[in-house]
């Protein structure tokens, strides 16, 4: 069984510090690793996928890496702000469209 | 409006009623999830849905039913709430003919509070 974990928990930053986010994975027989963002009274939203094939992926002020062989992805967000104050979840898609999702980071930034 | 709505938004109920958390997608997606998230612990799948005519369990379907009324409606049960069924529950779609990657529109969830 696929299992995702996300350490640490929780995270305080000042503003303008760059975020380092992580993730790991048991299996790594992966179609891809999601990054969603979750605020409160809101759903998740998609930030980042990057496909199994692939090593990184890029939008904007968010870079997420993938390395398959050692069942790490990490998200980098780079002079964060305070709007980026929310949970951060990774998801690996373990195939027959089914997700195993990590429990998350809460991140906050102060201004 | 919301691309994935799901209604109540909260609902606070007691031990052995039935409670129904409906899910109506505007999206035209095929696929529709049913998932929940406790505190501490990831998002996990209690059934899914690839069509009308096609409702599968997920990992933690014990006490929960499903209906897919049409393609932009999917809904859950729970027959006898208990009160480890409190937790936040989002319904999310996808659709089948995006190439290359399972990408997920969630709704906003349903906080349910059993007592």
């Known amino acids: 069984k696929q299992e995702v974990t996300q350490i640490p928990a929780a995270l305080s930053v000042p503003e303008g510090e760059n975020l380092v986010l992580n993730c790991s994975f048991t299996?790594?027989?992966?179609?891809?690793l999601q990054w969603f963002r979750q605020d409160p009274g809101k759903g998740l939203t998609s930030l980042l996928l990057i496909q199994s094939s692939q090593r990184e992926q890029t939008s904007g002020r968010l870079n997420a890496s993938l390395d398959k062989s050692s069942g790490r992805s990490t998200l980098y967000i780079a002079a964060s702000q305070p709007g980026d104050s929310a949970t951060y979840l990774c998801?690996?898609?373990?195939?027959?469209?089914?997700?195993?999702f990590g429990a998350g980071t809460t991140v906050t930034v102060r201004a | 409006d919301a691309d994935v709505t799901q209604t109540p938004r909260n609902r606070i109920t007691k031990t052995g009623k039935r409670i129904m958390l409906e899910c109506s997608q505007t999206?035209?997606?095929?696929?529709m999830y049913w998932y929940r998230q406790d505190p501490g612990l990831g998002l996990r799948l209690i059934y899914y849905?690839?069509?009308?005519?096609?409702?599968n369990k997920g990992e933690i379907s014990d006490g929960y039913s499903v209906s897919r009324q049409a393609q932009a409606k999917f809904s859950l049960s729970l027959e006898s709430a208990i009160p480890n069924q409190t937790a936040l529950y989002f319904c999310a779609t996808s659709d089948r003919r995006q190439a290359g990657a399972n990408v997920l529109t969630f709704g906003a969830g349903s906080r349910l509070t059993v007592l």
């Open positions: 998801a690996a898609d373990i195939g027959d469209y089914k997700l195993s």
């Open positions: 849905s690839f069509d009308v005519k096609d409702i």
């Open positions: 299996d790594s027989a992966i179609y891809n």
């Open positions: 999206k035209g997606h095929d696929r």
